[in-house]
């Protein structure tokens, strides 16, 4: 399940307690980080001064939740957002899908 917010002040609290929470706010950043079984992509625009937040809930538990994140970015109607910022946080998500960076990928034959 991919859940949305545009809350900043619950956005800024989440950067704040993952230790995320950037320094300038004075250009665009797209921020991805796990909270606890969740996998995060925040996006700031710089223009608005707003955060956008994609959260991918239980992604280690659920094999498609970082494809329902994917899509989700893909559909969300963004008026304010460069499209650089939207393909940078598609960019994070496919490369953490293509690396498999996770634990529940991990084999050891040995």
Do not use: G
Request: hydrophobic residues 40%; contains cysteine; negative net charge.
């Amino acid at each position: 399940m991919v859940q949305i917010s545009t809350d900043n002040n619950l956005i800024y609290a989440l950067l704040e307690k993952s230790w995320q929470l950037q320094k300038d706010f004075h250009s665009d950043k797209v921020i991805a980080f796990d909270n606890e079984d969740d996998f995060c992509i925040v996006i700031y625009s710089s223009n608005s001064r707003n955060f956008f937040c994609f959260k991918a809930q239980n992604y280690l538990q659920e094999n498609d939740a970082l494809i329902h994140l994917l899509d989700a970015i893909q559909d969300y109607s963004f008026t304010d957002i460069s499209s650089f910022l939207i393909d940078d946080a598609l960019q994070i998500i496919e490369n953490k899908l293509l690396t498999k960076n996770n634990s529940k990928f991990y084999f050891d034959a040995h």
